[in-house]
C-alpha cells in the first residue's frame, strides 16, 4: 500500500477502492496536523467540521495563533514517511501559470508541511533538511520556511548567511513581498530570546535602498500620507500586499532587529 493510500485510510478522506483524491487527503491531513482554538466570540460551525472542503489556514504572518499542534498525529505522519511523499509531490514540474489545480495543490501541500512543523521541532529538524527545496522566490515556499524555523531556536542559531542572503535578493529582485520579510521576523527571536547572529546578519543585509524605503522628505511623506488613506481598508490580518504593509513590517523588522540589548544594531 502506499503512503498516500495509507493516508487516505488514516483520514477517512475516501470509500474502499476509490481513485485518491489528492486534493482531499491533504485538505484532510492539514486538520489532521492541527487543531482551531475557538475565541469565545467563535462558533464551532465556523470550524468547518469534518468535511472533506476546505483547510485550515497555515504559517506566514496569518491565523497562527488561532491554531494548536496536534503533536500525536504529526508524530504518526511523519512515522508513516507522509511529508517525504508530499516533498516528492512538490518537485513535480507543471505551469504554474495555466495548472490551476496543480497550484491548489501546492499550496495545500505546502500548507500541509507547514502545520506538519507547527509547535513541533523533530518535525521542523526534519523538514531543515530539505530546506535548499525551499530556497525560490515564490511566496509559498517562504512561508513555509519561516514554519520551519518559527520559535525554534537551535535552528534559528546554527541558520547561514546565505539563507539571509537569499530573501534579501528575492526582495532585492521579485519584489518588496511582505512575506519575505515575515522570515527575516521569524529568525530575529525564538523561544522567548532575541538571536543576536540573526539579528546582525538582518541588520547588515537589509540597508541596501532596494529593501529599505522610508518617507523621510517632504514630497514622500505626502505621498505617504495618501497612501494610508487609499490602502486604510486593506489593512487586516489576511492582506499581505501593498506598500503600506511592507513598510509596516519592515518597520517592525527594525525594531526586532535592536531588541534584546544588541548594541550593534542600536547604534546602526
Known amino acids: 500500500m502506499s503512503t498516500w493510500q495509507h493516508a487516505k485510510q488514516l483520514t477517512g478522506s475516501a470509500k474502499e477502492g476509490a481513485p485518491i483524491n489528492y486534493k482531499q487527503i491533504l485538505a484532510r491531513m492539514n486538520r489532521f496536523c492541527v487543531q482551531p482554538v475557538l475565541s469565545a466570540t467563535s462558533s464551532v460551525g465556523s470550524v468547518g467540521g469534518s468535511g472533506s472542503g476546505g483547510s485550515v489556514s497555515g504559517s506566514g504572518g496569518g491565523s497562527g495563533g488561532?491554531?494548536?499542534?496536534?503533536?500525536?498525529e504529526q508524530r504518526l505522519l511523519r512515522n508513516m514517511g507522509v511529508p517525504t511523499v508530499v516533498l516528492d509531490l512538490l518537485q513535480i514540474p507543471y505551469d504554474r501559470k495555466e495548472d490551476v489545480r496543480m497550484n491548489e495543490l501546492m499550496r495545500l501541500a505546502h500548507e500541509f508541511l507547514q502545520n506538519f512543523c507547527r509547535g513541533n521541532q523533530p518535525n521542523q529538524a526534519l523538514l531543515h533538511k530539505h530546506l535548499e527545496l525551499f530556497l525560490t522566490p515564490e511566496l509559498l515556499e517562504a512561508q513555509t520556511v519561516c514554519a520551519i524555523f518559527q520559535d525554534n531556536a537551535q535552528l534559528c542559531i546554527e541558520l547561514s548567511d546565505k539563507v539571509v542572503q537569499h530573501f534579501v535578493h528575492c526582495i532585492e529582485t521579485h519584489g518588496r513581498h511582505v512575506e519575505y520579510l515575515h522570515f527575516l521576523q521569524t529568525i530575529v527571536k525564538a523561544e522567548g530570546q532575541f538571536i543576536h547572529k540573526c539579528q546582525d546578519m538582518?541588520?547588515?543585509?537589509?540597508?541596501?535602498?532596494?529593501?529599505?524605503?522610508?518617507?523621510?522628505?517632504?514630497?514622500?511623506?505626502?505621498?505617504?500620507?495618501?497612501?494610508?488613506?487609499?490602502?486604510?481598508?486593506?489593512?487586516?490580518?489576511?492582506?499581505?500586499?501593498?506598500a503600506l504593509k511592507y513598510h509596516i513590517e519592515l518597520v517592525r523588522l527594525l525594531a526586532l532587529c535592536t531588541m534584546g540589548k544588541n548594541v550593534y544594531t542600536e547604534i546602526n
Open 66 to 72: 488561532c491554531l494548536r499542534p496536534r503533536k500525536h
Open 202 to 242: 538582518g541588520h547588515a543585509r537589509t540597508v541596501g535602498e532596494d529593501v529599505l524605503v522610508f518617507y523621510n522628505d517632504k514630497a514622500l511623506f505626502n505621498a505617504f500620507v495618501e497612501m494610508m488613506r487609499a490602502e486604510r481598508h486593506r489593512l487586516d490580518a489576511t492582506d499581505s500586499s501593498g
